[in-house]
């Protein structure tokens, strides 16, 4: 697996205008969820919304604060829960919000591709249900 970094501006999903200047942190598929900087997004004005456990790389439990914002790269946006990173904590880009994003990590060519969304919906109940 290779590792890169990219671009993500979080915007405060109340009030749209208010959104960071891009920052940079590291493509990470084993990680939940993306990790900025605690006083980043408060200077936009996302709040705490709870604080959740987290285990690190290095098996310690650390306890963050997340809440709520729009994050964008590449060209893609999503809403998801974002983790309030303290100093020394690494930036991440986290699996949900790549899936929410849409996109697969391409990790030869650096980039995200776009995919095709899974749908719950099966044939196979659709034509049980149908036949009642």
Same mark, same amino acid.
């Given at each position: 697996?290779?590792?890169?970094?990219?671009?993500?501006?979080?915007?405060?999903?109340?009030?749209?205008?208010?959104?960071?200047?891009?920052?940079?942190?590291?493509?990470?598929?084993?990680?939940?969820?993306?990790?900025?900087?605690?006083?980043?997004?408060?200077?936009?004005? =996302?709040?705490? &919304?709870?604080?959740?456990?987290?285990?690190?790389?290095?098996?310690? $439990? %650390?306890? #963050? *604060?997340?809440?709520?914002?729009?994050?964008?790269?590449?060209?893609?946006?999503?809403?998801?829960?974002?983790?309030?990173?303290?100093?020394?904590?690494?930036?991440?880009?986290?699996?949900?919000?790549?899936?929410?994003?849409?996109?697969?990590?391409?990790? =030869?060519?650096? &980039?995200?591709?776009?995919?095709?969304?899974?749908?719950?919906?099966? $044939? %196979?109940? #659709? *034509?049980?249900?149908?036949?009642?």
């Amino acid at each position: 697996m290779s590792i890169f970094k990219v671009n993500i501006v979080a915007v405060n999903p109340a009030e749209t205008d208010r959104c960071t200047l891009p920052l940079e942190a590291l493509v990470d598929t084993g990680s939940e969820l993306t990790w900025l900087p605690k006083d980043v997004l408060e200077t936009i004005g =996302i709040g705490a &919304r709870r604080r959740r456990d987290f285990l690190t790389a290095t098996k310690q $439990i %650390v306890q #963050r *604060s997340v809440g709520y914002a729009i994050l964008r790269s590449e060209g893609f946006e999503t809403i998801d829960e974002v983790v309030f990173a303290e100093p020394g904590d690494m930036l991440l880009l986290g699996v949900r919000t790549i899936e929410g994003f849409g996109v697969m990590v391409d990790n =030869i060519s650096h &980039r995200f591709v776009a995919t095709t969304t899974l749908v719950a919906y099966s $044939i %196979v109940w #659709r *034509s049980r249900n149908q036949s009642a």
